[in-house]
């Protein structure tokens, strides 16, 4: 049960790296 929590972390880690860095990009080209 553990390691699930862990893995979904990573997950959810991951997502806010791609979240942040496709928000970047949006602000990037609106300037």
């Given at each position: 049960m553990f390691n699930e929590f862990l893995?979904?972390?990573k997950k959810l880690k991951?997502?806010?790296i791609l979240y942040l860095k496709i928000?970047?990009?949006i602000l990037?080209?609106?300037?």
């Open positions: 893995a979904d972390s991951i997502q806010l928000l970047n990009i990037f080209i609106n300037c």
